[in-house]
């Protein structure tokens, strides 16, 4: 059975930053695509970042230059730096894999059940 879990959410100040992890089990490994999508209250889910087998990654304009994503294959694990964090990057925050596709768009085949960040001005 598959399982992402996210971690490392919480309330922050503006300017503030988070780091948060998402921890895959079952047959998730380093030849997946892995990303990071967002929700915020009464919008559609939007893809944050993504990053695929190779390492590459890809952002989305609101977050370039402040979110970091990155991946360790040893731990299993996906994590995103957020730094410089604004109001309208409240939201809550879910990983997701998917063995062929790395866009949001195209589904995803694994999700994990969401962390909230929540940013105050």
């Known amino acids: 059975e598959v399982q992402l879990v996210e971690s490392g959410g919480g309330s922050v100040q503006a300017g503030g930053s988070l780091r948060l992890s998402c921890t895959a089990s079952?047959?998730?490994?380093?030849?997946?695509?892995m990303a990071w999508v967002r929700q915020a209250p009464g919008k559609e889910r939007d893809e944050v970042a993504f990053i695929n087998s190779d390492g590459g990654s890809n952002y989305a304009d609101s977050v370039k230059g402040r979110f970091t994503i990155s991946r360790d294959n040893d731990k299993n694990t996906l994590y995103l730096q957020m730094n410089d964090l604004k109001p309208e990057d409240t939201a809550m925050y879910y990983c997701?894999?998917?063995?062929?596709?790395?866009?949001?768009?195209?589904?995803?085949?694994?999700w994990g059940q969401g962390t909230q960040v929540t940013v105050s001005s």
């Open positions: 079952g047959w998730i490994d380093s030849k997946y695509c």
């Open positions: 997701a894999a998917d063995r062929w596709n790395c866009y949001y768009q195209h589904g995803f085949q694994y």
